[in-house]
């Protein structure tokens, strides 16, 4: 490839996969731009980044600046949703090359008489961009370049910051390079800062033995919103299956009155886009979504794109599921598990276009139907990574409001490989880190790494699939410390929530899994009861909805202490206008003291004012190490600091 120009762009930086893939950010997030930029020989090199919204025809731009080692960075500021393009340009500036070259000569000693006439053509290049004031002024920068009989007064201008200024404004770009276009995706803010809370409509009767409505959960709005969270999430709302109904504990066969889990969908009363009739009428789902959106509250909704055995998908599209040669149908397995009651729909179909537009439809309907906004992906990682990026490429289209949440907890690069494609948060393993070490290093890859551009992390401590061994102890310390790490570390978070406050640990013998789990039978809770742990969830709730530092997971910094049983660290906002401390004692049975260091060059290297915002209390530490205790019963200091 021929090419004239003389500058290199390399390691151009975020980037994902060479451009194949876009970062991410929310509206007025900045993000951060660095590449190696050079030239041969000694000529002063000069490059910006260009950005642009996808609606906008002009591109804007900003300098970049040098650090070390022909490194450069700039920074730029995303303000609406949707694609934003960047890419740098970078240019050997001969007008900025002359006055640096002109200075050294006069430093020198020498006469530069040529050398100044050489200027006026540099001044007379731009004058047509620039303002009135400007252009005054390089007239008269012009006249005394030219005339030799002010040449003193040629000399201070050559080597004024005013000329400099100029030239930097206005460079002429000969022979520019630019770097291939990248791409950013910018969400709304709720796309890094969520709280979500999950329960089973069926089980939200006041009745004991009674099937839940949509209506009882309209009752459990108040509750859900006093507790501070801004996202209730529902397994699937659609009629249940019949055929192959699993019982009570994932039993093969169901009894009289059993009523299967949520995600055996399909039924006679319908698929995908019909609620379960026990639960209420399209109508009352969307009365249920629409009070909620009015507590500030939205309901996510489960996307399982899956089939029970009578779903009407199976006999009107006998093509979208995978049959045996004995003429059976394939059911779902992850051996040795087996999931009779689900039929996987099967991707490789040669019906496969009509199978991708029924399944957008099935979404479509829900956002636009039901004002759905935000969607749980069950299982994403067992239906191709290239459908995925297609349908929600096709919904951003239609509704950038619309976020999506993975539900895939797999190898790391198929978690990663899905966020790329375009899901606006994952689960995690931060369910099974427990330890110091094991928490920093998690955190720190999360968020010190290329994962930060792309992997937007959500913490959940259970899920009705998962019950950690951590949990199954039902030790009331181990519970507060495991949604203060979460809800702290991670901007989102969320909890299977009665299970998780009410603290159930009852497991299958050794297995991570509930007994007697709530995704095979209608549970009855007293919605009403109140104890430690939802006093503090709803507190640390409110702390974050107050607090920007929190509102985030990158900027967080791990601080030393002498006790391994104690974790801290500081977080901090972009703008760096909030600052907030941690310190957990991981030690669910005994207190733990120490000395927790302060992340001092981060905070001015001046004494500050630290005030717990759980107890109240206040303390003013003027050292570099400070000493803490902290008992299970409360388990962790969560600061907000004042310099």
Not at 390 to 398: M, N, R, S
Not at 504 to 515: F, N, Q, S
């Amino acid at each position: 490839m021929q090419n004239q120009t003389r500058i290199i762009i390399e390691s151009v930086k975020p980037q994902l996969d060479g451009g194949s893939f876009y970062i991410k950010r929310i509206v007025n997030q900045k993000v951060n731009v660095s590449a190696h930029v050079f030239s041969d020989g000694h000529d002063v090199v000069e490059c910006c980044v260009k950005f642009k919204h996808e609606k906008e025809k002009q591109w804007s731009e900003v300098r970049m600046s040098p650090t070390e080692n022909d490194e450069w960075e700039a920074e730029f500021f995303v303000e609406k949703q949707g694609f934003y393009s960047y890419f740098i340009e970078g240019w050997v500036d001969y007008a900025l090359n002359w006055q640096h070259g002109t200075e050294r000569k006069i430093n020198d000693n020498q006469h530069v008489k040529s050398e100044l006439l050489e200027g006026a053509e540099y001044c007379q290049a731009i004058l047509k961009e620039v303002t009135k004031e400007e252009k005054a002024y390089l007239n008269s920068a012009i006249k005394a370049f030219q005339d030799a009989k002010l040449y003193d007064s040629a000399i201070a201008i050559a080597l004024s910051d005013e000329l400099h200024q100029i030239f930097k404004k206005y460079p002429t770009r000969t022979l520019a390079n630019s770097s291939a276009e990248l791409k950013v995706y910018v969400d709304r803010k709720k796309a890094l800062f969520s709280t979500w809370y999950e329960f089973f409509p069926r089980s939200t009767s006041e009745t004991p033995g009674k099937h839940g409505t949509f209506k009882d959960c309209e009752r459990l709005l108040p509750r859900v919103s006093e507790m501070g969270f801004d996202t209730l999430y529902f397994p699937p709302i659609h009629p249940i299956g019949e055929v192959n109904r699993k019982g009570k504990n994932n039993a093969t066969t169901a009894e009289k009155g059993d009523v299967g889990s949520p995600w055996g969908i399909g039924s006679k009363h319908g698929g995908h886009k019909s609620t379960h009739p026990e639960l209420g009428t399209i109508d009352d789902f969307k009365s249920l979504v629409k009070k909620a959106q009015s507590m500030g509250i939205e309901v996510a909704m489960d996307y399982a794109l899956q089939a029970a055995p009578d779903h009407p998908y199976v006999k009107d599209f006998p093509q979208w599921f995978k049959w045996r040669p004995d003429g059976t149908v394939q059911y779902a397995e992850n051996p040795p598990k087996k999931y009779q009651d689900i039929q996987p729909i099967y991707f490789e179909s040669g019906d496969w276009k009509n199978l991708w537009k029924e399944l957008l439809d099935v979404a479509l309907f829900w956002v636009e139907e039901c004002g759905i906004r935000v969607f749980r992906v069950d299982n994403p990682h067992t239906k191709p990574f290239y459908f995925w990026g297609w349908l929600i490429g096709e919904i951003k289209k239609k509704h950038p409001d619309v976020l999506f949440l993975s539900e895939a907890f797999t190898r790391p690069k198929i978690m990663h490989e899905l966020a790329k494609q375009g899901f606006t948060q994952s689960y995690t393993y931060f369910t099974w880190r427990n330890t110091k070490a094991e928490l920093i290093e998690y955190v720190t890859e999360l968020t010190q790494t290329e994962q930060k551009e792309f992997f937007r992390p959500n913490f959940w401590p259970n899920t009705p699939d998962i019950l950690p061994y951590a949990l199954q102890t039902g030790n009331e310390s181990v519970y507060l410390q495991k949604y203060f790490l979460a809800a702290t570390l991670s901007s989102s978070v969320g909890i299977y929530g009665p299970a998780y406050e009410f603290m159930v640990h009852e497991a299958i013998p050794g297995k991570e899994e509930y007994l007697n789990s709530e995704k095979y039978e209608v549970y009855h809770w007293n919605w009403e009861a109140k104890n430690k742990l939802t006093t503090i969830i709803t507190r640390l709730n409110h702390i974050r909805k107050e607090h920007a530092s929190l509102q985030q997971t990158n900027n967080v910094v791990f601080c030393k202490t002498d006790n391994e049983q104690l974790i801290a660290y500081y977080k901090f906002d972009d703008a760096k206008s909030d600052h907030t401390l941690m310190i957990c004692n991981l030690d669910p049975y005994y207190p733990k003291q120490g000395v927790v260091r302060l992340p001092l060059e981060e905070l001015g290297n001046q004494p500050v004012r630290v005030t717990d915002l759980i107890t109240g209390n206040s303390y003013w530490w003027d050292r570099e190490w400070n000493f803490v205790e902290l008992h299970p019963a409360l388990p962790f200091h969560l600061f907000k600091i004042e310099r």
